[in-house]
Structure formats: structure tokens, C-alpha cells
DNA sequence: AGTGAATATAAATTCAAA
DNA sequence: TTTGAATTTATATTCACT
């Protein structure tokens, strides 16, 4: 239960403005998720989620890029999230396709475009599926083959 | 005023563990700069810094890294080239000046533009010189000062 | 373990002032 | 515009309970 809402937790400040804690308790309660700002507190630690200053002169939360330092950080968490979220992983010609747990993928698009990919032409996320395009078919192989290494599929 | 300190904030959190904005006070205050909390809140605010969750489960604020990912990819190939073809960098408003080697603006504008930037409205190079129109004056700001981290110009 | 209620702490903002 | 003092708001933690 608790994964299933950090998971949320990740689409909900990938797909929204979310400022504040209580913005993201409201959320969550929308998904059917009641928790008190504590908890959403424990989760935005665990998951080290960022909270920094907008062009706009607000602030928000995000979701870290997926660095050695933030795999590091909060055992592997995020890299579990990701995990969690991926089904497979595949490719023809140029185009990778991510497949993920339904109404995952927008997150996990928002993850992978925070690694800022080389070769990467674009990236389009549906509701369980993510697209990316790259640059050549070699470009694709190999993305593939690294996500590979990183992503634990739950299968 | 507020420039130098903005300035030693920046030094301090890169160099520190702050995880407070009552630590930062007080190590602003060791290098003789008496804020209260209220400024020291607007300076991070106005620096966009991030404050996330570190693996020893602590709160930490950083520098928002353009670098983190993007830099460290590619062999270092993007930083090589960038810091060979640069002279210098600089900003008026919310347009980020890049000072080129005579012919290397192209390529320095490509490589910019392959990092993807964050609130880069455009870019245009000519021959020694590339454009780069930000979204707002805080993100020129901002930029200029990630590159001068990261680019080793050649004076 | 994971959580909520209450609380302590931290951080953002308001308001007045220079 | 920039700031401090006071305040409000937001966020982290403690403690009890499951």
C-alpha cells in the first residue's frame, strides 16, 4: 500500500504543481488515498523528493534525476519506484518501448527524461506505455541493453 | 550586497552540509554577514536552490546542477568541447551571452543545445558569439552561473 | 513496518521601515 | 528594493498504537 502511494506519489508531482504537502495529501485523497501530512512528509524523505523555487515564485516538489548520487540516496528508493513501475522493455528499428503498470507510464516518461538521455529525438507517454525515439536503431539497442542493467522488471 | 551573499551562499552550500536555513545564517554570519532567517529564505528562494532528502537521512540543500546529469554523460565529451570553444559567458536581462573562439559558435550552440536546458526560449549563433533568450532574468542569472561551474574558459 | 495526532521545528510571508 | 521582527504557514518529528 504504501509503494502503491509513493508510486502515485511520483506521477501526481511529475503530471502537477504540487507546492505543498498538503496539495499532495489532497491528491492522494482524491486517488482514494487517506493520509495525514505526516505521512506525506515520511514519503517525500524517502523518496528525496526536491522542493525548490519556480520561474513562476512558487515552489514544487520534483522528482530528483536519477543520478549515482540519488540511487545512493534513500536506499535505491527511487530506483525501486522506477522498477516498479517498468513491465518491459523493448525496441524495433529506432523506437524504444517502455511498457509499465497502467497509469504509470507519465511518471515513468518524467523519470527518464530526467536523465537526459543522449540521442534521445523525443519521448511521448500514454497511459502504460512509454515511447522513445531515438536518434538510430543502434541508439535504441542500446538503450535498451542499459535499461536492461538498471531496471528490475517485476516479472 | 545581497549579490555577494547570494554569491557566498552558493559557495557555502556547494562546500557545506546545510540542511537548515538557521545553519546557513549562522555560517553567512562566520563570514560576516548578519541576515535573519526572512532574507536567508528570500536568498534561496531567488537562488532556486533544492532541498531534498540525503542518504543519511538527513535534509540537504543543494545547487540546482544543469551538470548532474547531462554533463557527466557522454565521456565528458559535451564539457570538452564546450570549454575549448569558449571564451566566455555573460548575461543581460534574461539573454545569456556566449563568447566564442572565432567559428566555434556553432558548434557551442549545438552542444548547449543538445543539454536540453531548462526554460531556454531559443538559441542563435553566429560566428563567434551565441544567443541564448532564457525565460526569465533569474533564469539567465542562473544559467551563466551553472556554465561558469562548469566551463573552463581559457583566460 | 507504517501510521495518525499532536507537537516541535523550519521556512515563507506580511508588514513596517530604511 | 532590501531587510528585520513578528507572524503564519509548512514541514519534520515524537510518541503511542497497530
Not at 44 to 71: C, D, H, Q, R, W
Not at 86 to 114: E, F, I, P, R
Amino acid at each position: 500500500m504504501k509503494n502503491n502511494r509513493q508510486n502515485l506519489i511520483l506521477k501526481i508531482v511529475s503530471e502537477n504543481n504540487i507546492g505543498t504537502q498538503e496539495q499532495l495529501q489532497q491528491k492522494l485523497h482524491e486517488h482514494g488515498f487517506d493520509v495525514t501530512q505526516a505521512t506525506v512528509s515520511r514519503d517525500i524523505k524517502e523518496l528525496s523528493l526536491i522542493k525548490t523555487a519556480t520561474a513562476s515564485g512558487n515552489f514544487k516538489y520534483s522528482v530528483p534525476a536519477l543520478t549515482k548520487n540519488s540511487m545512493e540516496n534513500a536506499d535505491g528508493m527511487i530506483l525501486t519506484m522506477l522498477s516498479n513501475g517498468v513491465v518491459s522493455v523493448d525496441y524495433a528499428l529506432n523506437t524504444v518501448v517502455v511498457k509499465c503498470h497502467t497509469g504509470m507510464a507519465q511518471a515513468v516518461c518524467a523519470k527518464l527524461d530526467s536523465l537526459k538521455l543522449e540521442n534521445v529525438v523525443g519521448t511521448l507517454a500514454g497511459d502504460d506505455t512509454v515511447f522513445i525515439l531515438m536518434r538510430t536503431e543502434n541508439d535504441a539497442s542500446r538503450l535498451v541493453r542499459e535499461l536492461g542493467t538498471v531496471i528490475k522488471t517485476d516479472d
